[in-house]
């Protein structure tokens, strides 16, 4: 074999080489690229799915923050409403407790209602004596009910009259000049105590309309505001 023929073949060998090279370094560099695109893929669908979890926490908590706002005007609603009802019911009270101002100025049915309160008083207390307290300004009408009051109480009670000692020593408040005086008052009627002072009962006209009041509540609610106020 002569030199051209090495020559030639060594050419042969050297390109065969350098094209197995160059088929290699293209497909070393196509799986490269396949793999790159797949791993950004990869990335782009990572990312979106980071995106798309981000805003729906958002959107949560967007809903839940106006659910929160909705809930607390709705609260806030009901508060003011509720703050006008019980506005109104008060006004009614103090209306009511206006009209108490009144009564003892009939001369002729207060001292009627006296003697029915001090009766009442007595069933309730069922004591063979007690003390009786009332106005200063109403003593001289409590005196003069008290035999009738102890004998129609003996009778339904079937019992002896009862001894009643009017304390001309502590009086209850007296009315006021006007229904928005400041300080305590009483509009009339009589609190009656056992001796020992451990059971009272307290029959002011005051205490009945309040008595009466709150046992009228839910009614007064019903008729004014309906089923659901009441």
């Known amino acids: 074999m002569n030199d051209d023929d090495v020559a ?9 080489i350098r094209q197995e090279a160059v088929e290699k370094a293209a ?33 949560k908590q967007i809903g839940t923050k106006k659910k929160i706002e909705y809930s607390t005007q709705l609260n806030a609603s009901r508060i003011e409403v509720l703050q006008a009802q019980d506005d109104l019911v008060k006004s009614m009270m103090e209306a009511a407790g206006k009209g108490l101002l009144y009564i003892s100025r009939d001369h002729h049915t207060y001292k009627k209602l006296l003697r029915i309160l001090i009766v009442q008083s007595l069933l309730r207390l069922k004591e063979s004596g007690v003390i009786l307290r009332c106005r200063k300004e109403d003593c001289e009408i409590v005196e003069s009910v008290l035999e009738s009051a102890k004998n129609e109480y003996a009778d339904k009670a079937n019992v002896y009259p009862p001894e009643i000692v009017v304390d001309c020593h502590v009086y209850l408040p007296s009315a006021p000049s006007h229904y928005e005086a400041h300080g305590p008052f009483c509009s009339g009627g009589v609190v009656l105590a056992s001796r020992d002072g451990k059971i009272v009962c307290e029959n002011t006209l005051d205490a009945r309309l309040e008595v009466v009041f709150r046992k009228k509540l839910p009614e007064i609610r019903r008729s004014l505001f309906g089923q659901v106020a009441a």
């Open 8 to 16: 030639r073949q060594l050419k042969q060998m050297t390109d065969f």
């Open 27 to 59: 497909e070393i560099e196509a799986a490269a690229a396949e793999e790159f695109q797949i791993e950004k893929l990869q990335l782009v669908e990572a990312e979106k799915k980071r995106i798309r979890h981000e805003y729906e926490r958002k959107g």
